[in-house]
Each structure stands twice: as structure tokens, then as C-alpha cells.
């Protein structure tokens, strides 16, 4: 089981970056997945999560509203739409899977992970 993590870089806040996760999981299916971000010197916090049937979606209070999780099952892939970025969104991003119905807000619910994608939002 492998998750890569992609479409970071560097934006200006107010800016907009696509995540994307691709899952090398068999049955994708059965797998709900979730987004986390980590700062240098903090810990992991959860951003984002979807269940398997793809519609049971959970946010952050600080991703609620700018952010959309999202996933498209023949291609394996779950992506998170950011918009509106902020300088406190800066992080490193990781998605993770579970083989459950629903996502988890909790890191230690997971038990794969991506290498992570760096996303730097300039003030």
C-alpha cells in the first residue's frame, strides 16, 4: 500500500493550490482517506477527511469554507481544492488512508501514509 502526495509549491496568500493524493490501495474503494499538515516544531494536525463512498466529509475549523476534499475513485485519487490561502497554511501536507467507512480526525487512526508535499504561502 502507497500513497503519493503531490501539487505543492509556493503561492501568495489569497492564492489557490490542487493537492492530490494517488493511492496504489486494491479496492481503493474500501479505504476512506484523510489530509493532515505539519509545521516545523508542531505537531500533526488533521485538515481534511473523506469516507469511501466519497461523500462523508469532515473539515478543520480553519479549512472549513476554503477548502474542498474530494475523491474520483477510477483514478485512485482524492484531491484538496485550497483556495483562499493563508500564511498559516504554510506546511508540510500528508494524506493517509484507513481501510474503514469513515475518515478519522486523528493521525493515529491511520496506519499509511504519504511522503508529504510542501506548501509555502507567502505574506
Known amino acids: 500500500v502507497q500513497l503519493q502526495a503531490s501539487g505543492g509549491g509556493l503561492v501568495q496568500a489569497g492564492g489557490s493550490l490542487r493537492l492530490s493524493c494517488v493511492a496504489s490501495v486494491r479496492p481503493f474503494a474500501q479505504y476512506s482517506i484523510g489530509w493532515f499538515r505539519q509545521a516545523p516544531g508542531k505537531e500533526r494536525e488533521f485538515v481534511a477527511t473523506?469516507?469511501?463512498?466519497?461523500?462523508?466529509?469532515s473539515y478543520s475549523d480553519s479549512a472549513k469554507g476554503r477548502f474542498s476534499i474530494s475523491r474520483v475513485s477510477s483514478d485512485n485519487t482524492v484531491t484538496l481544492e485550497m483556495n483562499n490561502l493563508e500564511f498559516a497554511d504554510t506546511s508540510t501536507y500528508y494524506c493517509?488512508?484507513?481501510?474503514?467507512?469513515?475518515?478519522?480526525?486523528?493521525?493515529?487512526?491511520?496506519?499509511?501514509w504519504g511522503q508529504g508535499t510542501l506548501v509555502t504561502v507567502s505574506s
Open positions: 493517509a488512508a484507513r481501510k474503514t467507512l469513515f475518515g478519522s480526525r486523528s493521525p493515529d487512526d491511520y496506519n499509511t
Open positions: 473523506i469516507g469511501r463512498r466519497g461523500y462523508d466529509t
